[in-house]
């Protein structure tokens, strides 16, 4: 029997709990369930949880959260950070409005790129608690002027396919290609038994936060099965590999560092 299925009662510890735990940390990746992801508060955000799923303290050279508005929560007031960021709404209906774009109902599929510098507020509205995701990196000037804002929705980005691999998609959130940025935010999405043509072991660092179906992911040398709402951070060169196990199509949000020369 799967312990899920055993029987608890109200105000006690689900059974499997500890035993059963998913989440992992390790030098170069970790893998977090959403259960082990306690959460905080902000001073500019009001009746809204955060749960930071990567952060330097981790290892990553970015910071990605969730953030739970409840009802007649949100930005206190238009937040103008020194970093870029990038949202993407996962479920509920909060209303979002980001400098130069008119105010939007920013639903699940919903996303953003907000420029350093540029305001943005988040306001939940309605009756039901609204999730989004927010990823925050430090933005890396080259001799081009920085992005200008994107407003935007999953159905409006076209699925690609640029590797020809079979049961493969792509969705760019953000323009592939453009020197300016230096992040990718992509949706992939495998057909049942799809996997990489290779093990990848690359520089770019990923957050991986998963939107739908369900897999086995790689992680250096050990394999984790990985559902909805499950995040993965990735540091540079980790070996990965995915592979879906589930009837229907997987997909997350992969964020990805690219375009730019070493640091040393
Ligand atoms: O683009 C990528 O690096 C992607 N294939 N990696 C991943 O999904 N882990
Ligand atoms: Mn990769």
Partial sequence: MHPRSLPTGPGRVLPGAIGHNRGVVSRNYAFLPPE?????????YEA?????????????AFAQALLEIAPGGGSRQPCADTVQTFLYAVSGAATLTVDGHPRIEFTAGGYAYVPPGCAFSLRNDADATAKVLV?????????????????????????????????????????????????EMNILIFSPGVCFPAVETHI?????????????????????????EDF??????????????????????LYKNVNREIAF
């Fill in 36 to 44: 082990g992801v306690l959460p905080s508060r902000l001073p500019n």
């Fill in 204 to 228: 770019m660092e990923h957050g991986l936060y998963m939107l739908e179906g369900q897999g086995i992911y790689l992680l250096d040398t050990d394999w984790h099965e990985i559902w909805v």
């Fill in 48 to 60: 809204t949880a955060v749960r930071f799923l990567a952060a330097p303290a981790l290892g990553a």
């Fill in 135 to 183: 990823l925050r990196k430090p933005y890396e000037a080259i001799d081009l002027p920085p992005p200008e804002p994107i407003v935007s929705h999953r159905s409006q980005v076209p699925r690609t396919n640029h590797l020809g691999m079979e049961g493969r998609a792509w969705q760019h959130l953000l323009p592939v290609g453009d020197m300016r940025f230096d992040m």
């Fill in 232 to 253: 993965i951070w990735m540091g540079p060169f980790c070996p990965q590999q995915f592979y879906p196990t589930g009837y229907g199509e997987a997909a997350y949000l």
